[in-house]
């Protein structure tokens, strides 16, 4: 098949060289003319736009049918904006992916305005599976995914690593419970690893890690990856910061499960966990440290250099 494949950062150099080893022909477009020339170096052919990529394009795919097309931009405005330099040159039976991790509503709408098949493509793996290749959750019509599945299994672990979760918009939502469960499960990792730092044995984190990677029923990739970190950091993680960035997937489950009214604490906690690791000097504590005095005249701890 002939793939197009617009935005090649991390991720999208993944799907273009993992394509090209299937034996697919790629184009490749990035605004960075770097990442462009890169994907050149491993096989690519380079457009210097999205409607030269077009133009490159076979309209039949390989497949008889239109153009193939991945999106690997970044989630919001590089979207739309993809979307609309790609507009002019697409038609019914062409087929355009996108596999960032866009808000499923936002999928829905686009492919409701394109008049290409729109197919939401949840990604997970991260660039550390390029070797290995992605899990890759589908929304959109049938006939798309169909077409898609020569770059599917080759993009994906294989044939087993991706499937059509159902229409338009139940790939990216389900990627998006996904990034909730990664939260969770994250957060877990993280207290449990903590008592055991803090607790009263003098313990070494990537043993117990690798310990535990090896037959315990909570070993995971997340866990190897925690043996990586203490392996790498040290015990103690060395000078890693208590700050956590993102967090755009973990709220919009959250928000979900509020409209849905399905509780789920140990998502919002993991999450605010998230948030609370920006916060110094956080204005509940120090109300709560205050509010101890008012009611039982408890001594009130004061901010260096404000007594
Ligand atoms: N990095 C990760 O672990 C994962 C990322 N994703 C999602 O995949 C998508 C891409 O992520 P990354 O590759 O990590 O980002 P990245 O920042 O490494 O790469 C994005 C690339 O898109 C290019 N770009 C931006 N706007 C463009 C435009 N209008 N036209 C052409 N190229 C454009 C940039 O120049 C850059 O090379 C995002 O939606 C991200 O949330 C999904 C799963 C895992
Ligand atoms: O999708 C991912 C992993 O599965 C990406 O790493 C994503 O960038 C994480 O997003 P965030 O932590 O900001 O919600």
């Known amino acids: 098949m002939e793939l197009g494949v617009i935005g090649l950062g991390r991720m999208g150099q993944i799907v ?29 052919e380079p457009a210097d736009s999205v409607a030269d990529l077009c133009d490159r394009l076979d309209d039949g795919g390989g497949d008889g049918g239109g153009k193939r097309i ?3 931009v970044p989630a919001g405005d590089a979207v739309d904006a993809t979307l609309a330099d790609l507009e002019p040159h697409l038609d019914g039976d062409d087929v355009v992916v996108d596999g960032g991790n866009s808000q499923f509503r936002e999928s829905v709408r686009r492919a409701e305005e394109t008049d290409a098949a729109y197919l939401d493509c949840g990604t997970s793996g991260g660039p550390a599976s390029a070797e290995a290749g992605f899990s890759l959750m589908v929304g959109g019509p049938a006939w798309a995914y169909e077409a898609m599945v020569p770059v599917f299994d080759a993009v994906a672990t294989g044939p087993d690593g991706h499937d059509r979760m159902g229409e338009s918009g139940a790939g990216h939502y389900v990627k998006m419970v996904h990034n909730g469960v990664e939260y969770a499960l994250m957060q877990a990792y993280g207290e449990g690893f903590e008592l055991l730092t803090e607790g009263r044995y003098d313990l070494d984190m990537e043993t117990v890690a690798r310990t535990w990677n090896n037959g315990a029923v909570i070993r995971s990739w997340l866990l190897e990856l925690c043996e990586e970190a203490f392996r790498e950091e040290g015990s103690d993680l060395g000078d890693v910061a208590d700050h956590v960035a993102g967090g755009s997937t973990g709220t919009w489950t959250v928000r979900e499960a509020l409209e849905q009214e399905v509780p789920v604490p140990i998502i919002y906690q993991a999450l605010a966990e998230r948030f609370d690791s920006r916060n110094e000097g956080r204005f509940s504590r120090r109300l709560a440290n205050r ?11 004061r901010r260096s250099g404000e007594e």
């Open 70 to 72: 991945w999106l690997m």
């Open 16 to 44: 273009a060289d993992r394509s090209l080893s299937a034996g697919h022909d790629v184009v490749a477009f990035d605004l960075s003319a770097e990442a462009t020339a890169t994907a050149a170096e491993n096989g690519a």
């Open 291 to 301: 509010l101890r005095y008012g009611f039982g005249r408890h001594e009130v701890a």
